[in-house]
């Protein structure tokens, strides 16, 4: 079965730090998928990104970068010179291919609170 | 406008009383997804659906009820609420299933007493 591990439950930083957010997964799967959302205090969910399991290239979007390593299946997601518009719960996110037998299901993590502080 | 919604935003119902929580999404998605939202357990997949007039268990089915006659609606039916219904809703649609992102509705605040 699959399965998503956020160890760390809250996160409070300051302003223009950066910081790591920790996702760990389980998989017997060699085809997945994985995908970190946020969640702001407004409640809804937000997409941020999708990796699959081929594709073990860092991945950096302004702020944001992403490390994906299979070796340690992990796939951090690190905010650099946080601001506090980055207060949110942060999930990681993971679906097996055809042949994992997920039906397509998306499990997530249990959420990152982080917290930014000016 | 284009995305996907869902009404009502707020409900507050009684014990025993159905209730359906509205879905629509205007990308024609073929899939569409529910889940619920509660503290200490994340995100947890109700059904699914893959198309118009198929759906499928997620996770947490029990005491649900789900239907999809057209692509772009997918209604939640409690068929009889229970207090360990309260929760966050979300509804979300994905183009294909596990590979791609699913795109999540603003969630509706389910309130049973």
């Known amino acids: 079965a699959q399965k998503v591990t956020q160890a760390q439950t809250e996160i409070s930083v300051v302003e223009k730090e950066d910081v790591t957010l920790d996702c760990v997964y389980e998989?017997?799967?060699?085809?997945?998928?994985l995908f970190w959302y946020k969640q702001p205090p407004s409640g809804e969910l937000v997409f941020l990104i999708r990796?699959?399991?081929?594709?073990?290239q860092n991945e950096i979007s302004g702020r944001y970068s992403w490390n994906f390593q299979k070796s340690t299946s992990s796939f951090n997601f690190t905010i650099t010179a946080s601001q506090v518009v980055d207060s949110a719960v942060y999930f990681c996110?993971?679906?097996?291919?055809?042949?994992?037998?997920?039906?397509?299901?998306?499990?997530f993590g249990k959420g990152t609170l982080l917290t930014v502080n000016p | 406008d284009a995305g996907i919604t869902q009404s009502p935003r707020y409900k507050i119902t009684e014990t025993g009383r159905q209730v359906t929580l509205m879905c629509h999404q205007t990308?024609?998605?073929?899939?569409m997804f529910w889940y619920r939202q509660d503290l200490g357990h994340g995100l947890r997949l109700i059904y699914y659906?893959?198309?118009?007039?198929?759906?499928d268990k997620g996770e947490v089915p029990d005491g649900y009820v789900v239907s999809r006659s057209k692509t772009e609606n997918f209604p939640l039916t409690l068929e009889s609420a229970t207090r360990s219904q309260t929760s966050v809703y979300f509804c979300?649609?994905?183009?294909?299933?596990?590979?791609?992102?699913?795109?999540f509705g603003p969630g509706t605040r389910l309130t049973v007493t």
């Open positions: 659906s893959a198309a118009a007039d198929i759906t």
């Open positions: 990796r699959n399991s081929f594709d073990e």
């Open positions: 996110a993971l679906s097996e291919g055809p042949s994992g037998g997920s039906n397509y299901k998306l499990t």
């Open positions: 998989t017997r799967d060699t085809t997945y998928y």
């Open positions: 979300a649609s994905s183009v294909r299933g596990e590979s791609y992102e699913q795109y």
């Open positions: 990308w024609s998605h073929s899939y």
